[in-house]
Structures are given as structure tokens and as C-alpha cells.
């Protein structure tokens, strides 16, 4: 079974720096794109960034300078790095990952749980 988990939340403090991590684990063959989103309450899910298996990536212009997106294919793991937090980053993250179970077989995408980021003084 299939399972991505995000981790590395809490509480920091305006201008702090975090780093959430997303992991993916269980049999598959093949991790695809994996993407960050957050949830504020009230709003919609905003989109942050993306990292693709062939390294290319896309970061939303609301946080571009401030959020970067890595990758470690050995742990199959991708880490959204955040500096210079703000009160208005305060949200639920959430990652999503397109996973192949097999080859030749389609990817599907599968969610994390989400974790709590919450900045404040």
C-alpha cells in the first residue's frame, strides 16, 4: 500500500524558516511529480510548488524568493524549504504525488494528510 506522509510542522515565529518534508513509501514503481499546497481557513487550497522527476519545477509567484522545493530520490522524499515566514503563511500543507504503481501502468496521484504550519509571535 501506498503511502505519502508530510511532516515538519508547527509553530515558528514571524521570519523564521521550516522545512516540510514529503515522503512517499510502500511498493511502487515509480514517483512522478510531487507538489506542495496549503489551506488557510476560508480559503481555497492555493498552490505553492512542484518538483517533477526530471527536475524541473514551478514555484507560485505569491511565495517565488521565499519557498524553495528539493528532492531526494534516494529517500523519495521532497522537502519544501520556507524562509522569512509571515502570519499570512499560516495554513494546513498538504502534498500531492503522482505515483506509478507498476511499469507500464498509469500514474495516479495520492495525498498526504497535511500538516499544520502556524506563524506567529
Known amino acids: 500500500q501506498v503511502q505519502v506522509v508530510e511532516s515538519g510542522g508547527g509553530l515558528v515565529q514571524p521570519g523564521e524558516s521550516l522545512t516540510l518534508s514529503c515522503s512517499a513509501s510502500g511498493r511502487f514503481d515509480h514517483l512522478g511529480t510531487v507538489a506542495w499546497y496549503r489551506q488557510a481557513p476560508g480559503n481555497q487550497r492555493e498552490f505553492l510548488a512542484a518538483r517533477a522527476s526530471g527536475g524541473g519545477e514551478n514555484i507560485a509567484d505569491s511565495v517565488k524568493g521565499r519557498f524553495t522545493i528539493s528532492r531526494d530520490y534516494a529517500k523519495n522524499t521532497v522537502y519544501l524549504q520556507m524562509s522569512s515566514l509571515k502570519p499570512e503563511d499560516t495554513a494546513v500543507y498538504s502534498c500531492?504525488?503522482?505515483?506509478?504503481?507498476?511499469?507500464?501502468?498509469?500514474?495516479?496521484?495520492?495525498w498526504g494528510q497535511g500538516t499544520q504550519v502556524t506563524v506567529s509571535s
Open positions: 500531492s504525488a503522482t505515483i506509478r504503481l507498476r511499469s507500464g501502468r498509469p500514474y495516479s496521484t495520492y
